[in-house]
């Protein structure tokens, strides 16, 4: 059993900074892939950013230099960092852990609103 509460969303106005934690319950946190989706209104689930067990980053082109993320494995912790927001950032931002071995956990989701 994995659960994934994600946390730190909110509404800010363009060109500012929110940092996304998403914190995961289980039993073996560092051997998952953990990464970052998101869904706008009316459109698909998107891929944002991933960090794997070792520690590898891989971002979406849109996001690229701008979101950084990172995990804590002391905390069983990952966090995706985001600066320059822009309207076009506005969506559910999921959280989501990868054993490569059985299927994926998802969390809940935390909005994210960037005003113009």
């Known amino acids: 059993q994995v659960q994934l509460v994600e946390s730190g969303g909110g509404l800010v106005q363009a060109g500012d900074s929110l940092r996304l934690s998403c914190a995961f319950s289980?039993?073996?946190?560092?051997?998952?892939?953990m990464g970052w989706y998101r869904q706008a209104p009316g459109k698909e689930r998107e891929f944002v950013s991933v960090?794997?067990?070792?520690?590898?980053?891989s971002y979406a082109d849109s996001v690229k230099g701008r979101f950084t993320i990172s995990r804590d494995n002391a905390k069983n912790t990952v966090y995706l960092r985001m600066n320059s927001l822009k309207p076009e950032d506005t969506a559910i931002y999921y959280c989501?852990?990868?054993?490569?071995?059985?299927?994926?956990?998802w969390g809940q989701g935390t909005q994210v609103t960037v005003s113009s």
């Open positions: 989501n852990a990868d054993s490569r071995v059985a299927s994926d956990y």
């Open positions: 289980g039993r073996t946190f560092s051997s998952y892939d």
């Open positions: 960090i794997s067990w070792n520690g590898r980053t």
